[in-house]
């Protein structure tokens, strides 16, 4: 149990495009869902928090019109890098958390990750 | 100073070895404390979930969390080639953002 897929696994694109990568959890309801940065040989950045139905909340420092987040339902939030640059490549990871029988405890399930270059 | 410190390795250990792995953090409202294990170009696999200090321990991997020293640890009991990986310690209040070590880089060697 508890799978997170991501689509695409990567991706090349031309600068100025828009890129959406998708994140599902696939036997679970979501309550919150996560977007994370990597760089080489870094630990994960987050880049932004985002609970279904509402606005997603930004970490500081992360542009919101350019990563644009839609948590559209309990297994689906999408991410887009809206006129991608090569600054903007790099290795995005999603992960979802679900509550655990009511306890408090929330756990965070990452997906396999979205590697994005920009040309 | 950053809020959860690790070293980054590599750690070099025979195979069969028992791998110590640690994390030390300066935020003292950290409840919960969690072991991810990352290979190349893979998104995080989460291992261990402890809540509070104490031990707790699934096959070859055991997870110690003491509070008053502010000091996680993961230990591999019988390690393989197949644990090299990069291994992440990450804790949080509770709250639901996690706060990342910066990873160690484990080589078991065959």
């Known amino acids: 149990g508890a799978v997170v897929s991501q689509h695409p696994s990567w991706v090349i694109c031309k600068s100025g495009t828009s890129v959406k990568i998708e994140c599902r959890s696939l036997d679970f309801q979501a309550t919150t869902m996560f977007w994370y940065r990597q760089f080489p040989k870094q630990s994960l950045m987050l880049m932004a928090t985002s609970n279904e139905g509402s606005k997603a909340t930004y970490e500081q420092g992360v542009e919101k019109d350019k990563f644009l987040i839609n948590h559209a339902s309990l297994t689906l939030s999408t991410l887009t890098v809206t006129s991608a640059h090569p600054e903007d490549s790099s290795f995005y990871i999603c992960?979802?958390?679900?509550?655990?029988?009511?306890?408090?405890?929330?756990?965070?399930?990452f997906g396999p990750g979205t590697r994005l270059t920009v040309l | 100073q950053k809020e959860v410190e690790q070293d980054p390795g590599p750690l070099s250990v025979p195979e069969g070895a028992i791998v110590s792995l640690n994390c030390t953090y300066s935020?003292?409202?950290?409840?919960?404390f969690m072991w991810y294990r990352q290979y190349s170009r893979k998104g995080p696999e989460l291992l261990m979930y402890t809540y509070s200090s104490g031990n707790k321990e699934d096959g070859r991997f055991t997870a110690q969390v003491d509070k008053s020293s502010k000091y996680i640890s993961l230990f591999i009991r019988d390690s393989q080639p197949s644990d090299s990986a990069t291994y992440l310690c990450?804790?949080?209040?509770?709250?639901?953002?996690?706060?990342f070590g910066a990873g160690t880089i484990l080589r078991v060697k065959s």
């Open positions: 992960s979802a958390s679900r509550l655990a029988g009511g306890t408090g405890e929330d756990t965070q399930y």
């Open positions: 935020n003292s409202a950290f409840q919960y």
């Open positions: 990450a804790m949080r209040d509770y709250g639901n953002k996690l706060v």
